[in-house]
């Protein structure tokens, strides 16, 4: 077993080493799913909006978490949120964009 543990040991170490992966996560109403660029998932999201009636928008960049131990992965929140709100009649179809803080409040 002791070649086994020292092979865990270097493909973990390995793992570890690597860049992170940065997705984009979007939902809009009952609509949701992942992305590899900020710019898709915005459009993704106004088309969800405008096909499902939401009237709000979010996309969030998180890392994409491997749980090598455990054999499971996840996404982990990187602190960069948007999103979008559909305005009032005047302008009808127009939805904007805006980042907030992690905690909610406009940047």
């Known amino acids: 077993m ?18 992170p992966v940065i997705v984009w996560l979007w939902s809009a109403g009952t609509a949701s799913g992942v992305t590899h660029d900020m710019i898709r998932a915005q459009l993704t999201a106004e088309s969800a909006m405008r096909s499902g009636g939401a009237d709000v928008a979010i996309v969030d960049k998180a890392f994409y978490v491997l749980g090598v131990e455990s054999l499971t992965d996840g996404y982990r929140p990187a602190g960069t949120r948007f999103v979008a709100e559909r305005h009032p009649e005047g302008h009808v179809g127009r939805i904007t964009w805006k980042e907030v803080s992690p905690g909610g409040r406009l940047r």
């Open 2 to 19: 002791g070649n086994l543990d020292a092979s865990a040991d270097k493909a973990s170490s390995r793992l570890s080493h690597r860049a």
